[in-house]
């Protein structure tokens, strides 16, 4: 069976009723042009940033041939989300890291920032266990655009496996571990902002990871909802999402971007095409949007392996592929494209966090319940005519 595949030019995705907000220049120009949504939410503002990425922090930023994306997946939960700086006493120095990222914005030429994207793929959901149990050539025949298959629930919006839940509660006990022993809230490396994909998993993911350490707090954020950070649009049911009202009931702590349909009018029976640029340019939005409009520098990302591969190739970050529930932290520069370098103020520097976190003694941080690495799912053979 072969899988269909649509372009950007496609006619047949609905264009949803956004209503976007003008971002206008300053100095009396012309406003850019509000975005006109077509195809698969690629909409027809045109970029406003050139990017790249500070490749000296993070070993995940250094190129291939220095390190392998499957041995840092292998050895995930030893490496300190990557920080490539240590103190004397060889512990994580997140306090030299955040000082290099404000020297950074400190000595930034007017229309240049600096910030820090917390890149989360989320946890082990049932697509990817039949992924894992029937093999990928099988998920794309004949599995993909089921809702269920011998028992697991596919679709639409599915949650997590007991497997992805406990992954997520994994790299939660990791961000324990970096608060309580390595200083990181001290440093001022917390997230000041929280975003995510729309989809349960993405959620349940975040909540897990999130759920003692911020979102229990009387003042926590609210999660900033956009509808251009879900994964790959249309034919496989795991990628349609659920109605929002529903969504929102079960994660109350979220904030929907406005002009979002209650009900998924995106997905269609045709898969979108990420070699056709469409899913870059939905991602690009995304981070342009945070750029033009946030402030802060420490932005936390969780959604899904495609759109945080094409957020990478965005962003100018080699193409570093996470296993579920892992998290890696990006540092992109912006730059205004000529065009826009006098015309667009960005936003002041917000320092701080919006929330009151008080340091923690966590009771769950013994090594052994999150750092051993699950042995490899056994492959089931399932007899699929493949032609």
């Known amino acids: 069976m072969s899988l269909p595949i649509a372009t950007a030019q496609s006619n047949g995705a609905i264009t949803p009723d956004h209503d976007d907000h003008e971002i206008h220049y300053n100095h ?10 077509g195809p698969y939410l690629v909409s027809d503002r045109r970029p406003v940033f050139q990017y790249s990425v500070v490749r000296n922090l993070f070993i995940q930023s250094l190129p291939e041939y220095l390190v392998d994306q499957k041995e840092f997946n292998a050895h995930y939960f030893s490496k300190n989300f990557g920080l490539m700086l240590y103190t004397d006493d060889d512990k994580p120095d997140w306090k030299a890291f955040v000082d290099k990222v404000n020297e950074l914005n400190d000595q930034a030429e007017p229309g240049e920032c600096y910030k820090v994207f917390y890149l989360a793929r989320h946890g082990q959901g049932p697509h990817n266990e039949a992924i894992e149990l029937y093999t990928q050539a099988v998920w794309e025949a004949e599995i993909g655009m089921k809702k269920e298959f011998k028992g697991l629930r596919l679709g639409p919006d599915p949650d997590l496996t007991e497997k992805g839940k406990n992954e997520a509660i994994s790299i939660g006990n990791i961000w324990k571990t970096q ?30 990871t999130w759920s003692d350490i911020v979102l229990d707090l009387p003042d926590a954020p609210r999660v900033k909802i956009r509808e251009n950070l879900r994964e790959t649009i249309g034919y496989h049911w795991c990628d349609k999402r659920g109605v929002m009202k529903e969504v929102s009931d079960v994660f109350p702590w979220i904030e929907l971007e406005d002009g ?16 056709c640029g469409s899913m870059d340019n939905r991602l690009r939005e995304v981070i342009d949007d945070i750029f033009l409009e946030d402030g802060e520098t420490f932005i936390s990302i969780t959604a899904h392996s495609g759109c945080l591969r094409c957020v990478m190739r965005v962003v100018g970050h080699r193409l570093f592929g996470l296993e579920t529930s892992r998290m890696i932290p990006v540092v992109v520069k912006a730059k205004l494209l000529p065009e826009f370098k006098d015309k667009i103020k960005l936003p002041e520097r917000i320092t701080g966090l919006p929330y009151n976190y008080t340091p923690k003694i966590y009771d769950s941080l013994k090594r052994k319940d999150f750092d051993a690495t699950p042995p490899p799912t056994k492959k089931v053979q399932v007899d699929i005519d493949l032609h």
């Open 260 to 275: 979002m349909h209650d009900e998924d009018k995106i997905w269609t029976e045709v898969r979108e095409d990420e070699e």
């Open 179 to 208: 608060l309580q022993h390595h200083d990181l809230f001290e440093a001022g490396a917390l997230p000041q902002k929280f975003y995510a994909s729309p989809f349960t998993r993405a959620l349940r993911t975040l909540e897990l």
């Open 28 to 37: 009396d120009h012309e406003p850019i042009p509000p975005k006109t949504y």
